[in-house]
């Protein structure tokens, strides 16, 4: 095990204790780290497989606070449709300026909602109009058909739905689970799970449980308004993670 492979697995349990705790961010995370130290394609062909086992596990444990309803009937439909736009994008578009592009408009809408929280502590959320919904998680299906990582866009409308957090960590866990395991069977269809990838998912597997751990810990330690605060706290670093890079 050398000390890329090393480095990645503490981006790894940092990656997955951060998910575990909000229900999104893993694959943000390990992109953006990750990418320091190998090249994105790479990074993708590792931590897409890696994902599946935390997701899996999230699912399965808190499978009675998924909205399956708003998974099944809006959620999956309309990121569906958005992934098949963003392999076609993905194939095409330079990716320098779609995640300058995603980097802007996370910032804008994760500094409003923060802004509006600690202005007004006890304020109620109210629901987007529901062609905006629709129209938000599609674009969140292109993004995650680009980059894996169309969390910021699903967090910032979801959370507008007003669930709590124990059924907001797991509808999107489930919605990655699915999602990433449609990824995966395209990785393997186009030859990215290669033998190197083999080799070296065993080295980072126990970095999961040991990020699963963490999180969980500190999920039942945070109340729900600061469980609002961290995720778009989280969404602001990584815009400004996304612009800067």
């Not at 308004?225 to 778009?232: K, P, S, T």
Request: charged content about 15%; proline content about 4%; aromatic content about 8%.
């Amino acid at each position: 095990m050398d000390w890329i492979l090393f480095a990645f697995a503490l981006i790894i349990c940092v990656s997955y204790g951060v998910q575990t705790i909000t229900g999104f961010g893993s694959m943000l995370l390990c992109l953006t780290l990750g990418a320091q130290l190998m090249p994105i394609e790479r990074v993708l062909s590792l931590a897409v497989p890696i994902s599946l086992l935390q997701t899996g596990y999230i699912v399965a444990r808190y499978f009675r606070h998924v909205e399956w309803r708003l998974l099944l009937t809006r959620i999956v439909p309309a990121m569906g449709l958005g992934m098949v736009l963003g392999f076609w994008i993905a194939a095409r578009a330079p990716d320098a300026s779609l995640k300058r592009i995603l980097g802007a408009l996370v910032l804008i809408l994760a500094v409003k909602e923060l802004w509006q929280r600690v202005r007004h502590s006890h304020a109620s959320t109210r629901p987007l109009p529901g062609p905006v919904v629709v129209g938000v998680m599609t674009a969140a299906g292109v993004v995650h058909g680009v980059f894996a990582t169309g969390g910021p866009l699903l967090v910032y409308v979801t959370s507008r739905l007003n669930l709590d957090k124990h059924a907001f960590r797991a509808t999107l866990t489930a919605v990655w689970l699915t999602l990433n395991s449609v990824l995966l069977v395209r990785f393997v269809a186009a030859g990215r799970i290669d033998s190197e990838v083999l080799r070296s998912l065993p080295w980072l597997v126990p970095a999961v449980p040991a990020g699963i751990f963490l999180g969980e810990k500190l999920h039942a330690r945070i109340d729900e308004r600061r469980f609002q605060l961290a995720v778009y706290g989280l969404l602001v670093v990584a815009a400004l993670v996304l612009l800067l890079r």
